[in-house]
């Protein structure tokens, strides 16, 4: 059977403002890599695995230019643009369609484009596994085993040891967690982090869109009934929901997959420290910084012509992109979008 990806390039990447705006999100930056935006990244592991005529890259129709010049060689057929973000559960129903329309079913990857992934090998056999893993009626998942106490992701329960496959039942999904219930997660060993990456056939996630979201399915009978042309109406329709909340936390025959491939997924300025070397006294520098006397600061500028002068500072995060200048301490990086309400 035909295997295909789907990147969702379509993301906001707000906790990462200001260097991610609305006119250039966070998967077309260059994060973690000194030569590559994190969407080139993501599609360089995928080609080990996957021909070029099978990658399917899914952003905004605000960001084409972008996505056209960071991603030449991705035929343009495969390139699928979208009115308006409406969070996963719309982006996939509407690519459910497409590829039913192309292939009448295939085996589905889907992959965020702004993860980090340590180890591309073992990722690469990590979805060989997952796909090899699929039947007619699951859902696979690849949960990440955990190295740290960590609020910011959602979890996955383990369930039941498969017998004859890799992998466990999921017990239950679980939305991102206090730090208490985060340490409990970590030290009983039955908790992995959700990552956010899915592989099933195509006619089953169809299914499960017909069995668990009327509002969804409903539009995309409508898609199969019109030409291409009409298709954005229909997804314009379509609940603005996650895929988890859509059908993960619904289905029951779901197997995750631990990896151990080191990943992240690079949401906060935070994973972008611990992504970054850092200089003797633990601060992350990039621009025209020069500091005296301080640590375990983030301090990124863009313009060579700026010096950026810091003394006798700790723990804070300083990032200048154009007109703007971000100062904030560490322990808020999960504010950020609390300051961008009051902008807007």
């Not at 260059?30 to 969407?39: A, H, I």
């Not at 779901?254 to 633990?282: C, K, N, Q, Y």
């Not at 300083?318 to 560490?330: A, G, W």
Request: glycine share 6%; net charge negative; charged share 25%.
């Amino acid at each position: 059977m035909k295997t295909v990806a789907v990147i969702m390039a379509g993301g906001k990447g707000e906790r990462l403002w200001p260097m991610s705006t609305k006119e250039h999100p966070k998967q077309f930056l260059k994060l973690v890599d000194k030569n590559k935006t994190m969407v080139q990244l993501t599609l360089d592991r995928i080609k080990k695995f996957l021909d070029l005529k099978d990658i399917y890259v899914v952003g905004l129709q605000e960001h084409q230019d972008i996505v056209k010049e960071q991603l030449p060689e991705v035929p343009d057929e495969n390139l699928i643009f979208l009115s308006e973000a409406r969070n996963t559960a719309p982006l996939i129903a509407t690519m459910t369609i497409l590829i039913k329309q192309k292939y009448q079913d295939a085996n589905v990857i889907v992959l965020a484009s702004d993860s980090y992934i340590h180890n591309t090998d073992l990722f690469i056999d990590t979805l060989k596994n997952g796909v090899s893993s699929l039947e007619k009626d699951n859902i696979v998942t690849i949960g990440i085993v955990p190295d740290r106490i960590e609020t910011g992701y959602g979890y996955i329960q383990l369930g039941k040891k498969m017998e004859k496959k890799e992998g466990y039942q999921v017990k239950k999904f679980v939305e991102k967690p206090s730090y208490d219930i985060a340490r409990k997660y970590y030290e009983s060993g039955e908790f992995l982090w959700n990552s956010g990456m899915f592989l099933w056939r195509n006619n089953y996630i169809y299914e499960c869109f017909r069995l668990y979201c009327p509002n969804i399915f409903d539009c995309m009978q409508g898609m199969e009934s019109s030409d291409y042309s009409r298709f954005d109406h229909w997804y314009r329709q379509m609940e603005a929901t996650s895929i988890d909340y859509a059908v993960m936390e619904k289905a029951d025959n779901i197997l995750v997959l631990p990896g151990t491939f080191g990943w992240d997924d690079v949401g906060s300025w935070i994973s972008v420290e611990r992504l970054r070397s850092a200089d003797e006294f633990g601060n992350v520098l990039e621009g025209n910084v020069v500091i005296q006397d301080c640590n375990r600061n983030i301090i990124i500028g863009d313009d060579p012509n700026f010096t950026i002068a810091m003394v006798g500072i700790q723990d804070q995060v300083i990032v200048k992109n154009e007109n703007t200048i971000l100062l904030m301490d560490k322990s808020h990086c999960g504010d950020i979008k609390k300051v961008l309400e009051k902008i807007k």
